[in-house]
């Protein structure tokens, strides 16, 4: 009886070791913070070098439009600090991923800035330069599109407090790269800057969405449109998903092993005994 403890006692060892590792990774796995309803993502220093994905899909005339979509990815690279000014940086790929018979191109992308105090919303956060001459310690953009925005989407969408393009407004127009963006197919990189006045540790975006122009198919000719984001945080390579937590199956196959590699022992050890 004593000797079957031994067995037993290992394989609940390694099963409180497994255990205790899926806590150490889940505890390393969360990324961002979703609020208001899964709906905005608050940002700190934490989040360095995390990703998010947001998700959009497409209308014309404020009617739905099956294909018409697109993805991006934010890469949060994290703070610095300039002249007074604190200074949030994004690496960005931008994915025209319109199907169905639609082709289209997506020519900016936009969003709301918000506080954010670690757990909840505030109000909205005055970003510092823009629309103006680009340089450090203002909000600007580099790569895919080349001018950030302040203003409004059209097609129903409404305000919004950045948007980075290469037109002259954030509804298009006809100003440097009238053809910027991305086709379908297609994925463009930028490096979107958000400047704040002060000292910033933490701050919330939401309200994504991208215009669309040059879109054909299904009947549509050279139309445009806009289209709203989904938020997905995703989740990171160190996933506790990768890592099943121990079951009773597991268990009882740990003890199991345990239990016969003893057995098979037993007999060698009678033999050499008697011997």
Do not use: H
């Not at 403890?5 to 205790?20: F, N, R, W």
């Not at 979107?192 to 054909?216: D, H, K, M, P, W």
């Amino acid at each position: 009886m004593f000797r079957l403890l031994k067995p037993l006692t290992l394989g609940l060892s390694v099963i409180g070791s497994i255990g205790v590792y899926s806590l150490t990774v889940a505890a390393s796995a969360s990324a961002f913070t979703l609020v208001d309803g899964s709906k905005t993502v608050g940002i700190s220093a934490s989040d360095i070098g995390k990703e998010f994905t947001v998700d959009f899909n497409g209308s014309i005339d404020e009617k739905d439009v099956t294909g018409l979509s697109s993805e991006a990815i934010f890469k949060f690279l994290g703070f610095n600090s300039v002249s007074g000014n604190t200074e949030a940086i994004f690496d960005v790929f931008l994915t025209n991923n319109s199907s169905n018979g639609i082709t289209s191109r997506t020519s900016a992308l936009g969003f709301d800035v918000w506080n954010f105090n670690g757990t909840s919303l505030g109000s909205g956060m005055n970003l510092v330069g823009v629309g103006s001459a680009s340089g450090s310690g203002n909000t600007r953009v580099e790569g895919l599109f080349s001018n950030d925005r302040s203003g409004s989407f059209p097609n129903g969408f409404g305000e919004i407090d950045v948007c980075f393009t290469k037109g002259t407004t954030c509804q298009g127009g006809r100003g440097e790269g009238n053809d910027g963006g991305v086709t379908t197919g297609n994925t463009g990189n930028f490096k979107a800057t958000l400047a704040f006045s002060g000292e910033v540790q933490t701050f919330a975006v939401n309200n994504f969405g991208v215009r669309y122009q040059s879109i054909n198919g299904q009947g549509f000719v050279g139309d445009s449109g806009t289209g709203r984001g989904t938020i997905d945080i995703g989740i990171p390579s160190e996933s506790p998903k990768q890592v099943p937590e121990p079951t009773a199956t597991t268990a009882l196959l740990l003890i199991g092993f345990g239990t016969l590699k003893y057995g098979k022992k037993k007999p060698q050890t009678l033999i050499q005994t008697e011997g």
